[in-house]
């Protein structure tokens, strides 16, 4: 029997994703003493922050007398709007500053630049995910009871929402290397889609003439993910994780294209 078929994967591929994992984990454990160690709730700020802009909607939503689909209470359909689109934006925001925040760590050797982004989205996920349990869970202690349709489709609008943001930051971070003039567009580009990704509204309650132009948002599409996993009473008809996935390997595909491309320049600097 050849060496191959007894030992397909290569040592040294192993060695090398293992020591790329602990990079990022290092990177990552930085980025988060950093971001949140000037704060006295050290950690705990990324859950507040995003906590009270929640209960501040609700509170407008409950005083303004705004329905909800049926099935739907009016904190479970915002927290499931808002956290996978943060998720998102934060993704994309994070990831497209990783290079220009941490370019002294790019003079260790194991450190690349695809590292520092990877890290962020690595903790931007991760932190968002715990926003959301923190959230539900503590509006199923409120309500006494739990209910969520099917978990897994919640995770995959999750992981869609993330895998997206990093994508497109990973772009923009490329991009913002060759021109500054990327990082002062990136704000205006991506600041709409906070009306228009589903955070305030559902698919199903929009008129067809409205509907088909705005599912060519792939946010819009990760809301719904998340909405149709969370509520027995709402499906997933118009959201489409093909369309998502096309959007994610095409921006992923550019990113790193570019940072092939930029690496050198980012050495040289």
């Known amino acids: 029997m050849s060496s191959a078929a007894t030992n397909p994967v290569p040592p040294n591929l192993l060695r090398g994703l293992w020591l790329q994992a602990e990079v990022v984990h290092a990177l990552a454990l930085r980025e988060t003493r950093t971001r949140f160690g000037g704060h006295k709730l050290g950690y705990l700020w990324a859950l507040v922050e995003p906590t009270l802009i929640i209960l501040t909607l609700d509170a407008l939503f409950r005083v303004a007398g705004r329905a909800t689909p049926v099935g739907m209470d009016i904190f479970s359909f915002i927290v499931t709007g808002l956290v996978p689109y943060h998720l ?29 982004a990877i890290a962020r989205a690595v903790l931007e996920g991760a932190t968002y995910f715990m926003v959301f349990v923190l959230l539900m869970g503590a509006h199923a202690l409120v309500l006494q009871r739990f209910e969520v ?3 897994l489709t919640v995770l995959w609008g999750f992981g869609l929402a993330s895998f997206l943001g990093a994508s497109a930051g990973l772009v923009f ?26 955070v305030f509204f559902t698919a199903e309650s929009l008129p067809a003439h409205i509907r088909k132009p705005a599912l060519y948002n792939p946010v819009f599409h990760t ?7 969370w509520f027995s009473t709402y499906g997933p008809e118009h959201a489409s994780s093909t369309y998502v996935l096309a959007w994610i390997g095409v ?3 550019v990113g790193l294209v570019l940072e092939r491309l930029v690496r050198r320049r980012i050495e040289l600097t």
């Open 251 to 253: 921006l992923a595909v």
């Open 88 to 116: 998102f934006s934060a993704s994309a925001r994070q990831v497209a500053e990783s290079i220009n925040g941490n370019r002294a760590l790019l003079f260790y050797p194991p450190v690349q630049p695809l590292d520092l």
């Open 223 to 229: 809301v719904e993910l998340v909405r149709a996993g």
């Open 173 to 198: 971070c490329c991009l913002g290397q060759i021109s500054n003039a990327v990082d002062r567009a990136r704000g205006p580009l991506l600041r709409p889609l906070f009306w228009i990704s589903g």
């Open 149 to 151: 349709d099917d978990l």
